[in-house]
């Protein structure tokens, strides 16, 4: 891979010509042929063997690239490897119409995006430019949501509308020019409010059936419909919301939430979906989150993997005492490693990760969008940017290119002083209370 990355920076023409053809519709029936006979000839004895050859060995020091340190401290463990492997073998399990459209995925965001994301490095290497480019973004298309949760990050922004599918569509085009493998749709809202919402999450997954999406959602409005969907749109992968067990997911929620969410699950499950869950650890749940009785119900409901997110908030008062304290956090970053040692589906968690590696948004590594607004931030937590960081504002192809060599994100990436940790709990904790 690296020495064709090489040659296809030496070379720009035909970089340029394969790139346009890996991303348009022709491409697409030869991929699925790839992914079809991967899937027939793969032996699932080999998925941990294909798991070790994609893991590095943990530097011993911040020599090596940030995404190499971060691929290696998310495979660093041989249970974390297992888990993975096990997924990935669990995977014959699948609707096959779902199976086919995540490996053709997976082969564009994966095997061809990291060669065209390495070129490009090359390239800029070559020609003495210093750029980032983001492995993931998160993307934030919805603005009304039919739940109140306590310390709902987005409650004052609620009502604004959504994206339209032109802005949209245009924040894709975008990050696909930079070669973003995963883009995760995060709200601000819910994406199943209404019939509007449904149809612009569909539409834009089906018209970039290359790239691979995650969308949060709470679970309650999905619809046997929507299920059906997304069996038709497999490069859409949802993550339904669980703050652990029916007790304390209501108390957050609302009453009833957790009960409509879990049967949501046993419709995706039943459909043969791949999906997962997703859960916000604050104090009044840390037990219950990384009780292995809760993450046993979310395997037995279909989910695949779990996502772990520390709550965070610049609020006081009643908001505020949801959150850990940094030595609850150090607590919570050693029970989870814990747990992970003991769950047969791979559960991640990405402040911990952070917490070796160093903050993703200072190494360039991930990005905000706001594709309502136009705003392009470095952080989803911290969305703070400069006024001309917007990506609507003298649109033209190219633009987030702009927006990442501006003042703004060069003065970000080069505050060394937060690299190490995640900049938004600082400023969080630093908060007069």
Known sequence: MHRLAQFLARHPVLDRLLAGTFHSRVSNPVVALIARNLGRRVRKTSMRELVDAFACPIPADDSTDFESRFLARLTASPETRDRVAAFLEDLGGLHPQVRAGLLRAWIHAGAIGSVQRETQQCRDRATGVERAYPLDVMVAAFGSCNLTCKGCYTAAELGAGNATLENLDFVVDELERVHVA?????????????????????????????????????????????????????????????????????????????????????????????????????????????????????????????????????????????????EEREHYARDFA????????????????????GCRARHGATLFIDAIEGRVAPCVRDSSSSDDCNLFCGRHPGRLVEILDSAFFRRYRADTSGRHRCAAFDRADGAKI
Not at 260 to 272: C, N, P
Not at 340 to 357: K, S
């Open 338 to 357: 814990l747990l992970q040692r003991t769950t047969r589906i791979p559960i991640f968690d990405i402040d911990g990760l952070e917490a070796h590696v």
């Open 182 to 326: 995963h883009i995760s749709l995060v709200g601000r809202g819910e994406p199943f409010f209404d019939q509007a919402s449904r149809r612009l999450l569909f539409d834009i997954a089906q018209r970039h059936p290359q790239m691979l999406f995650t969308v949060y959602t709470n679970g309650t409005n999905i619809e046997a419909d929507d299920i059906r969907c997304f069996r038709k749109t497999p490069n859409l992968i949802p993550l339904v919301s669980f703050d652990g067990p029916e007790s304390i997911s209501d108390w957050r929620r609302g009453p009833g939430v957790f009960r409509q969410a879990r049967e949501t699950l046993r419709g995706m499950k039943e459909a043969g979906l791949l999906f997962g869950y997703i859960s916000t650890v604050f104090r009044q749940n840390l037990g219950q989150v990384l009780n292995p009785a809760f993450v046993g119900e979310m395997e037995e409901s279909g989910c695949r993997f779990g996502v772990y997110s520390l709550f965070l908030t610049f609020e006081v008062g009643a908001v505020r005492a949801m959150m850990l304290s940094a």
